[in-house]
Structures are given as structure tokens and as C-alpha cells.
């Protein structure tokens, strides 16, 4: 019973760590080193630099910058009302009504006294209506004169009743203010003006969230993004479904397709700058030929305001839509001859193939394309600001070219900085989503 | 009624002939097998009656009509593939439920046609699943219970079992032969496996090269191939071939072998073609270590006559479990035959065998065919 069970020599020696140079880890750190390096010298330090730069108020040319907190962000320095229809009577039928608008070339605005302030009182069709009460007599004379006398009259039905608005157009309200903080805002937003009208506040600062042109850029941006992926996919989809078919010339004609791909922009677009000039567009001078457009007539593609979005979308697309293409085709070429075939056994025609088997099958490799495609997209720089410079009168103006005129050219690092972060937050959202889509898939 | 039938069908691929002008009926309700080796051109035969591929010339006619430029919908057949073709994005019960959906076949009737055949395969559990949460056996289930649902007149197969484990092969092999007997309707299964064929076939094709070498039951295949190909790719291990030339003998006929070994034929009629260039072919199974062999209870003692001695050196001995398979030399040559386990005989052992000449099978040199 008592005999020993022999143990192996081996087994009883302490684990060595083996040799630096057998050891497979340290190479492996070693090889991921210059990426890592890449990464935090050319990625986080300006990511991180630009965040820190967002909180100052860092100008080209000044050395010294201050911390100011959010103010690049949003800092309201004013508030004013705006105001755009002013109900001036309310009545019963609609021919009473009729007679109040047309008593407006007869009516009379008067200014009078209203304890400390004063009050503009229009007198039409025989009634009395006070308008506005403010508390400066020029001020109540000059908005009341120009609600009473300035804007037109007409008659709307509201309700069942019949109202008599005094309308002011869309982009040229009636402006009260400026207020400097919000309880003056709210009290004067109340007791300004006595009669029922449509308004609404503006704010006014230097933080971004204040600056119209910033709230346009964000706009254009998702303009541009989802006109340009929407437009990518109805050429991807089909291009990719040729090319998957099998005829001769195929893999030159896959060959052919990545180039406008791998052009460097800055190449391309000069190509695309001749094709879209004002003057010279081969464009114009094909529809002018072909008896389309009169030579009086030529579209002014990137100085239009209504077609300059459309070509730096089109520019775009053409760049674009070769990945989407390829990665349609490799989703494609991934689904087995088998399946499809099975598919035809089963009784799919042609539509219902692709509805029911081919679109589900590559909708995952598709979400990724369009993940990569919405990202580059919206963050797209180059074509925009080789073609357009983001005008004309900041019509093509994107989030990525405004930083880089309110930051660079300007001069003003710090809301340059801020505009280019407002971006992240709104990516990660889409990001999220669609990423949360594929897992969904998976 | 569907029984499916070539007429003359031929296929070709730019210069490539696949199958050159087949002529095969299959009965309707019969399981046929096409089996042959890879390239013989069987699942192109398969392929073309299931509309995928275009026939170059030919007919083929399923239940009397002429479906030779119908597409594949409007044949009346369902088909399993060999990578089962399951749509990996619907689960178990839409997989099935496909082909009805897309001929409109009423709601209640799918639902009752999907619960039938999820019944009979055992998949009622797994109606909700997605395909890559089946295991291979039950991927292969869900492709023939889609195929079922449809309730075509014809069935085809292409390798559905190459794709499985052995054991479950086994396992399913006695599944769809059970299945065919339930549902009856006609079977074409097409496979390069000559087990598969033998145990599946109510009648078996034999293909090589694009035509068909020969058709018939199991029985007749085995027991009376058609040619040395044939004889070659049936059984396992496969048949021992021996150069040869017919030779007259004082009881009749016998065959020369090299290194001057004769062996009696027991058929004297052979005489006359004396000279004859021949393959000499016996299968392992019909050698053996004793005179009487194994078959001893059923033999008459005119076969036991005909029995042939041949000294033989044992070279490897495999053991299987229940036989052993010996492989030895003669002085024609080397061979193969099987034997009981406990036979006892080692490597390197002289021994004399004696080949069953009853079940000899002799085919001609030049065109291989039997004689």
C-alpha cells in the first residue's frame, strides 16, 4: 500500500516563461505599434485638441486663449419676437368680414397713452381695435402704422367664424425687441400685443446654435447625405444585378466601374468643374444643341441656387456609387447558384426572386455598404468644396465646409471646432441605429 | 400519373458532350438511382428534367407531356439539392411554405400541408427556426419536407446525403426509402455513392462518360453487370480484375491468367472462342480460404467442381469487425477477398485460394463488354 507513485520530472518543474524572442505577443505589439501611433498622433490628438478647442475662445492670431465654457456652443445675447398674422376682428359672416378688410384703405392707427405706456389703437369700419401696447410712442406708432397700414388684409375662416388677418410674409415678420433675457421676453411676449397672432421667438448670439447659417449647414448636410445614398442605391442596385449576370466584356466592364472611385477627387473634379462651368457646361451645350434649352436660357449649375445642391449630389453619386455597386455585386455573389435555383423550382419569377430571396439575402453586406457610405457622405468635404465653396449664398454650405470657413478662413478655431463636434453626436446616433439593424439580422 | 421520360436527350457545353442522347423511361411512383462516377454526366440528366438546365437535343416527357422548353414551375417536380438550398433569412416553416405562397395556395392548405409533412419528418419543434440553428440533419429534413410540401408528381434528388456524417447517412438513407413508400410518388435520386444506390433503388442508371452503361434492379446489376465499368463501380470492395486469354481444356473451357495460371470456366460453350482476349473478373466475396468456401450449405456439388485453386501469398489483412478484408498476390496478380474474421490467417502467410468460377464474370479486352 505504501508504495510511492513515481512522478515524472517534468511534471513537477515550475512553468519558465519562455525566451523574449519565443514569445509571440511582444512581436505582435510591436507590428500593431505603428498603427497605434497613427491612430493617437493623426486621430485622438485633433479629436481630442478640437473638443478642447470648442470650450475657448481660440482665434487665429491670438496666443492666448480663454476658457469660456458652452458659449461657442450657444450663447443667447437677445431674444425677439417675431410676428406674422394679426387677427384684427373676428365676426360671424362672412360678408361683415369682407366689409372690415375693405374698410383697410379708410382705417387710421392712433397712438394713446396706457398708464406708463402706450398704446396703438386701429379705428376701421366704425370699431375700435387695440393693437399693440409698448412702452415707447414711437415704437407703438411705427408697429402699429405698419400692422394697420403696411400689411395686407384678408379674410380667413377659422372655426366657423370669419377672421380678418392682417398677414405678414414668411420671411419678413413684424420684429419685436430685442429682449435681453427671458423673463423680459416672456412678460413683453404676453402684453405686446393685444390682439391674437402668430408668433414665434428668435434668438440671437455667437454661439453656434444661434447662427441661421449654422442651423442651414445642418440642413444641407442631411440634404446631401440622404439625396446622395438614396440616389447611390437606385444606380447601385441595378448596376450590381448586371453585373452579376453573365455575358462577355463583364470583368472589363467591373473594371471600368471602380474608377471614378479611385480618382482622387481633386483630379475628377476639375473634369467635373468644365463639365458643370457656367459659361462652357457640356452640359448646357448638349441640351442647346439637341434644341432642349434655348442659348438664352443655359442652367448656371453650380451658381444657382436651385441647381447647385443637385450637381454636387450628382458629383457625389458619381464617385459613390461604384462601392455601393461592388458591395452589391459581393453580396450578390456570395448568395448560392443553389438557392436561386431552388428559388426558380419553387415557382419565383424574376421580380419575386429578388423581392423575396436576393434583396433579404444581401440587405446585411448592404447595410454595411451603407454605414461606410452615410458616414463618408456626411462627412464628405472635398466635392463640396472644390465645386461650389459651399455658395452659392451658402445653398451647398455642409457642416464640414462651414467649419472649415468659420474656422480656417475666419479665423474663429473655436467655433470651427464646435461646429465640426456637432457632427459626432449625430453620427453616433445613425451609427447606433444601423449597427443595432445588422445585429437584428445576424 | 408522372413518369418521366428521355428521348434521346443530349447535352453539351460548348464542345463538351454531358450526356449524349440518353434514351430512359421512369416509372411513374418508381425511386430510380443515377449513379455513376463524377462527370458521368447524371446530375446534368438530373439538372435537364428539372428545367436548369436547356436540353441541346432530345425530349423530355414528364407524365406523357413534353416539358423539354417549360421552365422549372411549370413542371411538376420539386427538388432537394445537395447543399439542401435553404433560404437562410425564413424560418423552417416559411422555407416550406415558399413555393405554396407563391402559387397562392390558400392560407389553411399551407398550414395544414406544413404541419403534415413536419409531422411525418419529425420537424414539428423546429417549425420556428431559422436554418443555421438546425443541425445538417435537420437542414436536410427541412430541404426534402420543402420539396414534400409542394406535392409534385416528381421528386428529384441531387446528393442530399453527400453532405452528412456517415452515420447519420445510414440513418437517412432508410428515412427517405421509407418516406418514398409513404408518399409514392416518383423519385429520381441521383449519386455517386454505389451503396447509396444499391440500398435506395427500386432500379438503378448506371452512367459514365455521358450514356448510361446499363439499367436494372439492384439484383440484376450485381448479378449480371453489363460491362467491366459496371462491374468495377458495383460492390465493395470492388471486383478483382485479371488479364486473360480463353483457353480450351479437356473439361471444356478454362481461362489463361499470367504466370501460366489457368482456371476452368464452367461454361464449355466458351471453347470456340479460344484465343479470345479477356478481363477475368471475381468478386472478393466469391474467394475463398477452403474449398467449399463459405456457401457450402448451398452449393451443389457441381459448383464445388468448379472451383479453382490458386496459390496466393497474403500480403495485408484489414479487419472490418464482422469480415476481414485479405489482400493477396497470385501469380496473375494482386486481388482482394473477404473472409470471416475469424479466419485466422496473418501477412506473409501461403495459402491456396479457390475462386467461385460459378460467379467468374469474363469481359472482352477491347470493348470491355461482359461475355
Redesign the interface.
Given at each position: 500500500m505504501g508504495a510511492k507513485v513515481p512522478i515524472l520530472p517534468s511534471a513537477r518543474e515550475p512553468e519558465r516563461r519562455p525566451k523574449l524572442l519565443e514569445r509571440e505577443a511582444p512581436f505582435g505589439y510591436l507590428l500593431v505599434l505603428p498603427a497605434v501611433l497613427y491612430l493617437a498622433v493623426f486621430i485622438a490628438y485633433p479629436f481630442l485638441m478640437s473638443i478642447y478647442m470648442s470650450f475657448t475662445d481660440a482665434q487665429a492670431g491670438n496666443p492666448k486663449w480663454e476658457f469660456i465654457g458652452t458659449q461657442n456652443y450657444s450663447k443667447v445675447e437677445s431674444y425677439q419676437v417675431l410676428a406674422n398674422d394679426f387677427v384684427l376682428a373676428t365676426l360671424p359672416d362672412e360678408a361683415a368680414a369682407k366689409r372690415f378688410a375693405a374698410a383697410r384703405d379708410s382705417a387710421k392707427v392712433t397712438t394713446e397713452p396706457a398708464g406708463s405706456r402706450f398704446r396703438a389703437v386701429l379705428e376701421a369700419a366704425g370699431t375700435r381695435v387695440p393693437l399693440l401696447e409698448l412702452g415707447s410712442e414711437g415704437d407703438a406708432s411705427y408697429l402699429g402704422e405698419t400692422v394697420g397700414k403696411e400689411l395686407s388684409w384678408k379674410v380667413e375662416k377659422r372655426g366657423g367664424q370669419y377672421a380678418v388677418v392682417a398677414h405678414a410674409a414668411e420671411d419678413a415678420p413684424v420684429t419685436f425687441g430685442p429682449y435681453n433675457d427671458k423673463a423680459t421676453l416672456n412678460r413683453e411676449r404676453r402684453s405686446d400685443i393685444l390682439v391674437p397672432a402668430k408668433t414665434t421667438v428668435k434668438t440671437q448670439g455667437k454661439g453656434v446654435m444661434q447662427d441661421p447659417n449654422f442651423r442651414l449647414a445642418v440642413k444641407n448636410t442631411f440634404k446631401y447625405t440622404f439625396g446622395t445614398e438614396a440616389i447611390k442605391l437606385c444606380l447601385g442596385i441595378p448596376c450590381a444585378l448586371i453585373l452579376n449576370r453573365k455575358f462577355g466584356g463583364r470583368r472589363l466592364l467591373r473594371g471600368l466601374l471602380v474608377i471614378p472611385w479611385v480618382i482622387p477627387i481633386a483630379i475628377s473634379a476639375q473634369a467635373w468643374l468644365w463639365i458643370l462651368d457656367s459659361t462652357y457646361s457640356v452640359i448646357n451645350w448638349c441640351l442647346v444643341h439637341w434644341g432642349i434649352l434655348s442659348p438664352g436660357n443655359i442652367i448656371n449649375f453650380r451658381g444657382d441656387k436651385n441647381w447647385a445642391m443637385l450637381s454636387v449630389i450628382a458629383v457625389n453619386v458619381w464617385r459613390g456609387f461604384p462601392f455601393t455597386t461592388i458591395v452589391i455585386l459581393a453580396g450578390l455573389t456570395a448568395i448560392?447558384d443553389?438557392?436561386l435555383?431552388?428559388?426558380?423550382?419553387?415557382?419565383?419569377n424574376g421580380l419575386?426572386r429578388f423581392a423575396?430571396?436576393i434583396s433579404?439575402?444581401v440587405r446585411p453586406i448592404l447595410m454595411v455598404s451603407l454605414l461606410f457610405s452615410v458616414i463618408f457622405s456626411f462627412t464628405d468635404f472635398n466635392t463640396i468644396w472644390i465645386i461650389t465653396k459651399g455658395g452659392p449664398y451658402d445653398q451647398t454650405q455642409v457642416l464640414s465646409t462651414y467649419a472649415y470657413q468659420l474656422g480656417v478662413n475666419a479665423g474663429y478655431l473655436a467655433r470651427g471646432a464646435a461646429i465640426s463636434l456637432f457632427m459626432f453626436p449625430i453620427m453616433a446616433v445613425m451609427v447606433f441605429f444601423m449597427l443595432q439593424f445588422l445585429r437584428r439580422e445576424a | 400519373m408522372a413518369d418521366v421520360v428521355l428521348d434521346r436527350v443530349e447535352k453539351r457545353f460548348g464542345d463538351v458532350l454531358a450526356v449524349a442522347g440518353i434514351d430512359l423511361t421512369i416509372r411513374d411512383q418508381e425511386f430510380l438511382v443515377l449513379v455513376g462516377p463524377s462527370g458521368c454526366g447524371k446530375t446534368t440528366t438530373l439538372r435537364m428534367i428539372a428545367g436548369l438546365e436547356e436540353v441541346t437535343n432530345g425530349d423530355i416527357r414528364i407524365g406523357g407531356r413534353s416539358v423539354t422548353h417549360l421552365p422549372p414551375r411549370g413542371r411538376d417536380i420539386a427538388m432537394v439539392f445537395q447543399s439542401y438550398a435553404l433560404y437562410p433569412h425564413m424560418t423552417v416553416a416559411r422555407n416550406m411554405s415558399f413555393s405554396l405562397k407563391l402559387r397562392r395556395t390558400p392560407r389553411a392548405e399551407i398550414d395544414r400541408r406544413v404541419k403534415e409533412v413536419a409531422g411525418i419528418l419529425g420537424l414539428t419543434e423546429q417549425l420556428n427556426r431559422k436554418p443555421r440553428q438546425l443541425s445538417g440533419g435537420q437542414r436536410q429534413r427541412v430541404a426534402v419536407g420543402a420539396a414534400l410540401c409542394r406535392q409534385a408528381g416528381v421528386l428529384l434528388f441531387d446528393e442530399p446525403l453527400s453532405n452528412l456524417d456517415a452515420k447519420l447517412r445510414v440513418h437517412m438513407r432508410t428515412e427517405l426509402k421509407r418516406l418514398h413508400l409513404a408518399i409514392r410518388s416518383t423519385m429520381v435520386y441521383v449519386t455517386h455513392d454505389q451503396v447509396e444506390a444499391m440500398t435506395m433503388g427500386d432500379r438503378i442508371v448506371i452512367m459514365n462518360g455521358g450514356v448510361i452503361c446499363q439499367v436494372g434492379t439492384p439484383l440484376e446489376i450485381y448479378d449480371k453487370p453489363a460491362s467491366r465499368f459496371v462491374a468495377g463501380f458495383i460492390g465493395s470492395p470492388p471486383m478483382n480484375f485479371f488479364e486473360g486469354e480463353i483457353a480450351a481444356d479437356e473439361a471444356g473451357a478454362a481461362v489463361l491468367l499470367g504466370g501460366g495460371l489457368q482456371l476452368p470456366l464452367p461454361r464449355p460453350d466458351l471453347a470456340e472462342r479460344a484465343g479470345r482476349k479477356v478481363w477475368l473478373g471475381i468478386r472478393p466475396e466469391h474467394i475463398s480460404l477452403t474449398q467449399a468456401g463459405r456457401m457450402t450449405s448451398e452449393v451443389s456439388l457441381h459448383r464445388v467442381f468448379r472451383t479453382a485453386k490458386v496459390p496466393s501469398v497474403i500480403e495485408v489483412v484489414e479487419p472490418l469487425g464482422h469480415r476481414v478484408i485479405l489482400t493477396a498476390r497470385s501469380a496473375a496478380g494482386p486481388f482482394q477477398m473477404e473472409t470471416e474474421i475469424h479466419a485466422g490467417v496473418h501477412g506473409g502467410e501461403r495459402v491456396e485460394l479457390w475462386f467461385d468460377m460459378n460467379r467468374a464474370y469474363l469481359f472482352d479486352r477491347d470493348t470491355e463488354a461482359a461475355i
Open positions: 448560392p443553389e438557392i435555383e431552388r428559388a426558380r423550382l419553387d415557382g419565383a419575386q423575396y430571396v433579404p439575402m | -
